[in-house]
């Protein structure tokens, strides 16, 4: 749509400008070109040629720098277009060559490209020039410059228009330059303020009865004028109401009649479009059909057929290819819409909107081969749309296809958001027979997970907008490590939804004899929470496990993408916190995950929550299971090393002692070394059992982390608990186990009291000790997220991370300057990125987006803290 050449009354020009465009401005040297920028635009916005000649030599007024200037020009600037950012070319621009390479990068980014003509006298810009000391001797090329603009302008405004322009704006006095003023316009799919609930109804071809019956399901009741309208919600039609049904030209009155009164949206399909072609006059083959809306105008008397005619070509033409809704969270389009094309201005965004994207090939029917652009969608908006006939109404990457093929004997479907509903009606009959039927019926394996990871989407710096938190930044450094990490000795990448986030301990206790004590722990919570209740969970002698459980094989290739010969058992999966495959040996995996299924099914879980899967944070025992090799080499080798040596040396002082030699201090310290000795010996026994069975396994779940279409990390740990008793009391296997916990509340000092005093019986008998949980679930304060749990170890368990002879008294007091500031900032930043992870998953986001998040858990524990932790 192109502007006239003067708007407004007088000398006032109005320049009507969309928000996402690139605009040119065009005029000799000396016109006002950059007063005009500098006036009516952002500094950022605009990208002078003069600006760019002095940052690469120094010298605005340097010409030999010109090659240079607009190549760091064009690079901007595309990054600017890339990033759908309204952008202003200060530079001449008075020759069609120079124009050709903006117009190609605006049709590159799809922005609507704007001339805005400064047309002014040769005297008036040699005047100019000869007031700037930079520019003396330039008469030449002035003089050059504005025979160059007087050619483009040859043709008047049209010439510019030929060239690609949408807007052409021409000043052609010093008067009108100095009063134009600027008016931005939104885009016309940026409907951003439009707020739902919506109802979005797929292709209706006609299936008039159908979509009245819809309708009436949804809650939709006839106003005064026969509007059918809904007390809180407005529907969105997908296009495509036309051709092929028996009542092609009801329906389309129908959503016209809706659309007029604001009871709902719509968006044009393929079908309107060749109609208004059709309707127009233009020569249009009656095919796919169109024949049958056709004869249904003809049925009308020719004056009914004139004025019907011309009220839905003017209708079909006003609508917009497609609309971004809901503050940009959603958006509909009758064929899909890429990422990149959202809310931009080209006809091949429109061409995309109505036809969705082929691969230029046909098939032996002729038909054009569809390429799925859903495949690899990994944008933010979810993305409602049809075209496509499918059997089955599917999530895939934030975008679903809701053409359910009425017309050809399938269902009418509509989706409710934000409630992500489907309520469907079937045909009447079938209506249309053919190719296009088959289609509609075939399976739905048509969205099949081919998503590729591309290592470019993943590597260097990034930096992450969570729900916890705004921004988490990931070095590039670590990214590559995380990579490398991932693709040596992850699982397959598609179970790889969540990784867990590290724990910090508490503050150093001030018990001189003990390094940590639940103490801090409550002094910290009953600081940050409003309501300070917490939860204390047994810490178990195992090691953190990941839980991914299908309630049967199916479900690991239609939720996760997991090919059939790549599934094995397909019961799920169960992997470490970084990732990797927790039992290498598939028997005693798939025995795990059945007993954990079978108690799921026994005790109604999958039923609740209405899953087919569940993804559950839990510890896994005994340690030896996955640390057998490095109990072998380190603890153990340590723990012989020391009685060895004290085998030999006590004799030694007990003997030096009878010959009166003075060595009792040391023969007191070797003593406290050999208690100290046995007590390791103790306490990494209690992590050792024979290699296991699997009824030698214990699995203590403490976290339903998510199912299908909910994240349940945020719940309170009543829920978490509740469903971890459940599965442990429904366990026939006896492999699941329950874990002992207290809920404490901070303000009641017996509540603290009792729960102190477990903590030392547990510790005291050898029990590792245990974590400290708000019991709200995820706590969150102005600045994020607080400390999603704090561990308080026991004294005998810390020797196995610290040392036999940790405690003496040398040794902790160098300990007890350890800082765990550093710890505790992983803590959070690791918990938003893995509770994103799984909130992108549930909602079906693209797997690199998912992947991203953890990756970024596994590139921090890269990240340097204090080794006394």
């Known amino acids: 749509m192109n502007a006239p050449l003067l708007s407004g009354t007088g000398n006032q020009q109005a320049l009507r400008i969309p928000a996402l465009s690139l605009v040119l401005l065009i005029g000799p040297s000396g016109s006002g070109k950059s007063t005009l920028a500098k006036r009516l635009f952002r500094p950022s916005e605009v990208l002078s040629s003069d600006r760019f000649r002095g940052m690469v030599r120094d010298d605005e007024g340097d010409m030999s720098a010109t090659a240079d200037a607009f190549a760091a020009l064009h690079f901007i600037l595309e990054k600017r277009l890339a990033a759908g950012l309204l952008t202003v070319i200060d530079a001449t621009n008075v020759k069609d060559v120079d124009r050709a390479s903006l117009l190609s990068l605006a049709q590159r980014y799809h922005v609507i490209p704007v001339a805005i003509v400064l047309d002014v006298s040769i005297d008036i810009c040699l005047q100019h020039n000869a007031q700037r000391p930079d520019r003396q001797g330039s008469r030449s090329w002035v003089i050059s410059q ?86 809180t919600r407005r529907m969105i039609f997908l296009g495509d109401l036309v051709d092929r049904g028996p009542r092609s030209l009801d329906s389309l009155l129908l959503a016209k009649r809706m659309v007029d ?3 709902a949206l719509m968006v044009p399909g393929n079908h309107e479009a060749k109609l208004e072609r059709h309707l127009r006059g233009k020569n249009v083959k009656p095919t796919h059909g169109l024949a049958r809306t056709i004869a249904e105008l003809d049925a009308l008397s020719p004056e009914e057929k004139k004025t019907m005619s011309a009220m839905l070509a003017d209708f079909i033409y006003g609508l917009v290819s497609h609309l971004v809704l809901e503050g940009g969270k959603l958006v509909v389009a009758h064929a899909g819409m890429k990422r990149e094309l959202q809310m931009r201005g080209s006809g091949a965004v429109r061409e995309f909107a109505l036809y969705g994207e082929t691969t230029g090939e046909v098939d032996a029917d002729g038909f054009p081969v569809r390429a799925d652009w859903a495949l690899d969608y990994s944008g933010d908006a979810e993305v409602v749309y049809g075209h496509t006939p499918v059997h089955e109404a599917v999530w895939v990457n934030r975008t679903i296809c809701i053409d359910t093929g009425c017309v050809f004997g399938g269902l009418l479907t509509a989706l409710r958001w934000p409630e992500h509903e489907l309520v469907q009606v079937p045909a009447k009959e079938a209506y249309w027979e053919g190719r296009v039927r088959k289609e509609a019926h075939a399976s739905a394996g048509l969205h099949d997970h081919r998503s590729i990871l591309d290592l470019g989407d993943l590597s260097g710096k990034r930096t992450l907008t969570t729900k916890l938190m705004p921004s988490i930044t990931i070095e590039g450094a670590q990214t590559a490590e995380a990579i490398e990490l991932l693709s040596r000795f992850a699982v397959n990448p598609r179970w790889l939804i969540h990784l867990p986030p590290t724990m910090s301990p508490v503050e150093t206790s001030k018990e001189a004899s003990l390094l940590e004590h639940p103490a801090e722990a409550f002094a910290y919570f009953r600081k940050v929470l409003k309501a300070p209740i917490v939860v204390c969970e047994e810490k178990h002698m195992g090691s953190r496990a990941i839980v991914i459980v299908c309630r049967h094989p199916g479900v690991a290739e239609k939720r996760f993408g997991i090919a059939k010969e790549h599934a094995g058992h397909g019961l799920g999966i169960v992997y470490t916190r970084t990732g990797r495959r927790f039992l290498d040996d598939a028997k005693l995996e798939e025995g795990l995950l059945d007993a954990v299924r079978k108690s799921a099914e026994a005790s109604g879980i999958f039923e609740r929550f209405q899953t087919d899967w569940l993804c559950l944070d839990a510890e896994l025992m005994p340690w030896s299971l996955k640390a057998q090799e490095l109990i072998s080499r380190q603890y153990a080798r340590t723990v012989n090393a020391s009685e060895g040596m004290l085998e030999v040396l006590t004799p030694l002082l007990e003997a030096a002692q009878l010959r009166g030699l003075r060595v009792g201090e040391l023969k007191a310290r070797t003593e406290q070394r050999v208690e100290n000795t046995a007590r390791f010996r103790k306490t990494m026994e209690g992590y050792i059992w024979p290699t296991p069975k699997l009824e030698d396994m214990r699995l203590a779940v403490f976290h339903l982390l998510a199912h299908e279409g909910h994240v349940r990390l945020e719940e309170s740990h009543t829920l978490h608990l509740e469903v971890a008793d459940a599965l442990a009391a429904h366990d026939a296997s006896g492999i699941l186990i329950r874990t002992e916990r207290e809920v404490v509340d901070l303000r009641i000092p017996e509540d603290v009291e009792r729960a102190t005093s477990w903590w030392l019986r547990m510790t005291e008998a050898g029990g590792e000790g245990m974590v400290v949980k708000p019991l709200e679930g995820i706590a969150r304060g102005s600045k994020g997220p607080f400390q999603p749990a704090l561990k308080v170890r026991g004294r005998d368990y810390l020797r196995l991370i610290y040392g036999i002879d940790y405690d003496l008294p040398g040794n902790l007091a160098r300990l007890r300057q350890r800082s765990v500031t550093r710890k505790r900032s992983l803590a959070v930043r690791e918990l938003a990125l893995g509770h994103e992870a799984l909130l992108r998953f549930v909602r079906r986001d693209a797997l690199v987006r998912v992947h991203e998040c953890v990756l970024g858990v596994l590139a921090m524990e890269s990240e340097a803290v204090d080794p006394r932790l």
């Open 146 to 231: 504005h025979g160059a603009m007087r050619r483009s302008l040859r043709g008047g405004v049209n010439a510019l228009e030929r060239e690609g322009f949408r807007y052409v704006y021409v000043l052609d006095s010093e008067a009108r330059i100095q009063a134009a003023q600027l008016e931005r316009t939104k885009v016309y799919s940026d409907a951003r303020e439009e707020r739902g609930p919506f109802d979005i109804i797929g292709d209706v071809h006609g299936c008039y009865d159908e979509l009245c019956m819809l309708i009436e399901r949804l809650g939709y009741v006839p106003d005064a004028e026969g509007v059918p309208r809904h007390k």
């Open 261 to 263: 009164a604001g009871a």
